[in-house]
């Protein structure tokens, strides 16, 4: 069977480990993009923004990390 298209919240939360609030908040703020489907306006990720996110989110991680060296002597977080 294929990978499903679209992903629920709580799968999305389950791949990113984190709370549901948490991936709620992400899409509320624009952050990862998602639609609102039927009746009940269910939220959806299509598999292909979150893996645009993750994506996203590693490119920030790499500036973040270019911008702020690890001091020799200093514990990490």
């Known amino acids: 069977m294929a990978e499903a298209r679209f992903l629920t ?19 509320r703020s624009g952050e990862l993009e998602a639609i609102k489907i039927g009746g009940r306006g269910q939220w959806r990720v299509e598999r292909d923004k979150l893996e ?25 977080d």
Do not use: K
């Open 9 to 27: 919240l709580a799968d999305v939360a389950e791949i990113l480990n984190i709370s549901a609030s948490q991936t709620y908040a992400l899409v």
């Open 52 to 76: 645009s996110y993750i994506a996203r989110m590693y490119d920030q991680t790499r500036q973040f990390v270019a911008a702020h060296p690890f001091a020799e002597g200093e514990p990490p």
